[in-house]
């Protein structure tokens, strides 16, 4: 399900050090980059791969990122509504990175989105198992992605692969029985134009599921496959508040060719909204 934004973000920045040719000026404080960071984003409503879960609240987005070594990171995230009600939206996700090279790197990421209460009592399917439970129908899956980022040679493309590895991902037969494991599996490619002179970062992305079980949802027939369910454009910006702190600040559009499907009172199908506007801002923990 889900994610993040933010934990793509951590995944795509590379920490490689140049070696200097010339005699280091004493004079000069080198930066280094902090092995603990910590931010939290609001964003609304919250979108993950063109996803939207679940109603049209507020979410809240904390999460902490811990560098081990220059290669080796690991990092919590969370989100929340703050709410009880039956569209409410709460996960906790952990994630283990590791830099290959400049361009690629490797995540784990476990992502746990227990149902609320009011949402299971509406309906059982809505999962309220235990942490630690990664069987069919659990609210647990854990994702494998292998991240590239080319900004290091100059091209300010990026490109990612993400497969469910494990926990709630299956195929099913015309019983609706889980068989096999159905390795759900998502792309996606961006390219960043900076506008400099302003300070604003244009991003266009295309993003599909490329192997779904069902994972990224269904069309309004309640097949489920190949579809672009994340294509769009985000905007963003520092904005700078104080003389060291910046606020970035991000909209964007996205098209979910599944989008959500709406129905009235007898269960009948009428219409599904594909398009959707999203926007946040980060607070960041120094």
């Excluded at 029985?177 to 996606?188: D, G, L, V, W």
């Amino acid at each position: 399900m889900k994610k993040a934004i933010v934990v793509l973000a951590l995944m795509l920045t590379s920490s490689l050090t140049f070696a200097q040719d010339t005699v280091k000026d004493t004079t000069t404080i080198e930066e280094v980059e902090p092995k603990f960071t910590a931010a939290v984003d609001v964003v609304y409503p919250y979108l993950w791969r063109g996803i939207k879960y679940n109603g049209d609240k507020v979410a809240f987005q904390p999460y902490m990122n811990y560098a081990f070594t220059d290669k080796l990171s690991v990092g919590v995230w969370a989100t929340t509504n703050f709410s009880n009600a039956a569209d409410a939206y709460n996960e906790f996700d952990w994630n283990i990175a590791y830099q290959i090279s400049p361009v690629v790197s490797v995540m784990l990421s476990d992502y746990y989105w227990p149902a609320t209460k009011k949402a299971n009592e509406e309906d059982p399917a809505n999962s309220r198992d235990s942490y630690f439970d990664y069987s069919e129908g659990s609210a647990q899956t854990l994702d494998f992605s292998v991240l590239f980022d080319f900004s290091e040679k100059g091209v300010p493309l990026d490109f990612q692969w993400n497969t469910i590895i494990g926990g709630n991902d299956f195929n099913y037969d015309e019983n609706e029985n889980p068989t096999t494991r159905a390795f759900s599996s998502y792309a996606e490619v961006g390219y960043t134009h900076s506008f400099e002179s302003v300070g604003v970062d244009v991003r266009p992305f295309v993003g599909a599921a490329v192997i779904n079980g069902g994972y990224y949802g269904a069309d309004a027939n309640g097949e489920s496959g190949f579809t672009f369910n994340n294509v769009g454009v985000n905007v963003s910006k520092e904005i700078k508040v104080a003389k060291n702190y910046s606020i970035p600040v991000f909209v964007r559009y996205t098209n979910n060719d599944y989008g959500v499907q709406e129905f009235d009172g007898n269960g009948d199908l009428t219409k599904t909204v594909r398009n959707f506007f999203s926007c946040g801002v980060t607070f960041t923990i120094k």
